[in-house]
């Protein structure tokens, strides 16, 4: 008898600049490897060489006339490359896919930061991904200045980085209101210490993902 493969998990890391994603990433796919699982770490825009190249335009501070809908239809066209040519093969091989960034950051950013309406966003989604979607949604959140002075220190500002405070504002008040309409996506205080984050997002992942209701069998 044949006993199907369990497929792995999809697990993205949201919020906006400084939140803590990149040092989460780090933590969240070495306890998924402690688990036994074998992990894919990954981000978006990205995670395929044409993704990167679409990330590289992107964040380049010098591309100031992109269109916000240019910027909508190429962080979707980086991202039907990713789901088809990496994040599903990996979750089909049983493989967990953690995410640095993935749709929600486009209603975030595309929709709440440059005024696209989300039922544009939810038009793409549809179109490009179907169902698709992460199984967790883990949202680093946190105001906007702490975040902007974390992430300033990280050296030079790209494109997305260099707008104004309200921007910011306004992503993460949509990331907050997509956080509220889904149990999808856990909201994580980013203001804590490193250690209490790290905690949080764990034990959110043993309840979610390894909990007794849907353990790993
Ligand atoms: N909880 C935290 N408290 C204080 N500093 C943090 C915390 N989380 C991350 N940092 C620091 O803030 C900076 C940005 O973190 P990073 O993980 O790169 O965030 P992101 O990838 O979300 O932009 C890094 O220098 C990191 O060490
Ligand atoms: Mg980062």
């Known amino acids: 008898m044949t006993i199907a493969r369990k497929q792995g998990r999809f697990i993205t890391l949201e919020g906006s600049e400084g939140g803590g994603k990149s040092s989460l990433m780090t933590v969240v796919s070495g306890y998924l490897r402690d688990q036994g699982q074998e992990v ?3 981000r978006e825009p990205g995670g395929t060489s044409l993704g990167e190249q679409v990330r590289t335009a992107l ?5 100031t006339e ?14 039907v490359q990713h789901v088809e040519t990496l994040i599903k093969p990996a979750l089909r091989a049983g493989k967990w896919v ?5 749709t929600d950051s486009t209603y975030a950013y595309q929709g ?12 793409f989604e549809s179109i490009f991904l179907g169902e698709f979607k992460p199984d967790l949604t883990l949202l680093l959140d946190l105001p906007v200045d702490v975040g902007l002075k974390r992430a300033s220190a ?4 790209d494109r997305f980085e260099r707008e104004q405070t309200v921007f910011f504002e306004r992503v993460r008040r949509t990331f907050l209101l997509r956080a509220s309409q ?12 490193q250690n209490k984050v790290a905690e949080d997002a764990l034990e959110i992942i043993r309840t979610t993902c ?3 209701h849907e353990g790993l069998s």
């Open 40 to 42: 894919v770490k990954t």
């Open 59 to 63: 964040l380049d501070p010098e591309m």
């Open 66 to 79: 992109i269109h916000p809908k240019a910027e909508l239809g190429l962080m979707f066209a980086a991202r």
């Open 98 to 102: 953690v995410c640095d960034r993935f």
């Open 112 to 123: 709440g930061g440059r005024g696209i309406a989300a039922e544009v966003i939810e038009h």
């Open 154 to 157: 990280e050296g030079v500002p």
């Open 182 to 193: 889904t149990d999808r996506i856990h909201l994580i205080d980013a203001l804590q210490a």
């Open 210 to 212: 390894f909990g007794d």
